[in-house]
């Protein structure tokens, strides 16, 4: 009987050792699997800009309410006139949705962006040292004839290449790449700029040679940094820490501007889905098209090789 007894104790503690052992077997090959699986991209389109208005695209906004992106084309080829800049409007699934005629002569266009907090463009003017305000209606349109000015001088700025607002709470980040920082300014209770907060995250300790382009996703607060050299894609959490690099080689980006956030264009896909989308002004010919990856989604007229390209917007799905 006391033979018995134990062995059935034995038998117990046996298979108490063997659930254990499995369990963390499991959870060790759970996390390994989750650090052996590095984030990655997928191309869902590219938007062609050969039509007026968007081609060679350098400033690129989305304003939710409209479901609309803003472009503007880069000044090297549009430059603004005393009358001021165009914008253009185009759909999620690339249908023309008029233009704007914004009372500004904008010339830095990857300096602007969409506050969806307070529904609002902002563009940042570098050679002025002004921040500019344009209200937009209900409808997500842009109201010209509501325009703010604020002064930049306190963010101490060397050389914007970009920026971005947390949709959340409305904090705008600027991406001042000669000094390798991004600038946080947080906005006043009434949204306002005047004497509002401003700290700096240093983006030094990675040693990124060139930086342009910032967007902010609003699925997880990161900000996503693009650098032309070296076609690579950085994620910086909002405190400065790295996260992930991409490779974005395959894509061959010629001259690629302003960033976004926005919902994606793909019929197929959840959409409330985000995806990150790329403006490129293409204004330098291709040295190599044959060895373009993703050549089966372009048109014959953009893979002659040395023709000089009208720009494309890409979408691209993160994970």
């Not at 008029?98 to 570098?126: C, E, H, Y």
């Not at 002004?130 to 509501?146: C, D, M, Q, V, Y």
């Not at 604020?150 to 914007?160: M, R, S, T």
């Not at 989308?277 to 044959?290: E, V």
């Amino acid at each position: 009987m006391f033979f018995v007894i134990w062995q059935k104790r034995v038998l117990l503690l046996y298979s108490i050792i063997v659930v254990c052992c499995a369990a963390f077997l499991l959870e060790r090959d759970s996390i390994t699997f989750a650090q052996d699986d590095p984030p990655s991209m997928r191309l869902v389109r590219i938007i062609e800009s050969d039509y007026p208005g968007i081609a060679n695209p350098a400033g690129l906004v989305f304003s939710p309410k409209a479901k609309n992106f803003f472009v503007m084309r880069d000044t090297r080829v549009s430059p603004p006139s005393n009358g001021g800049s165009d914008v253009t409007k185009i759909t999620l699934f690339e249908d023309p949705a008029g233009s704007v005629r914004v009372p500004l002569m904008i010339t830095d266009p990857v300096n602007m962006t969409f506050d969806w907090k307070a529904n609002r463009l902002l563009i940042l003017q570098s050679n002025t040292r002004n921040l500019f305000e344009i209200r937009a209606n209900t409808n997500g349109s842009l109201n010209t004839k509501k325009i703010t000015r604020y002064g930049a001088n306190d963010f101490d700025l060397q050389d914007p290449q970009g920026v971005t607002v947390n949709p959340a709470n409305g904090h705008l980040f600027i991406l001042d790449s000669a000094m390798k920082r991004i600038v946080h300014v947080e906005p006043n209770p009434d949204q306002s700029f005047h004497d509002a907060a401003v700290s700096y995250i240093d983006l030094k300790q990675r040693d990124i040679p060139d930086l342009r382009g910032i967007a902010l996703n609003p699925n997880n607060s990161h900000l996503y940094l693009l650098s032309p050299s070296r076609q690579e894609l950085y994620e910086f959490t909002q405190a400065g820490q790295f996260v992930s690099v991409r490779d974005l080689s395959e894509l061959e980006l010629k001259d690629p501007q302003g960033m976004v956030f926005a919902l994606t264009g793909d019929l197929t896909a959840d959409p409330t889905k985000m995806s990150l989308y790329i403006a490129d002004s293409c204004l330098t010919t291709r040295q190599n098209q044959n060895t373009r990856s993703f050549k089966d989604t372009q048109s014959p007229g953009q893979r002659n090789r040395g023709e000089q390209l009208t720009g494309m917007i890409i979408e691209l799905s993160l994970r």
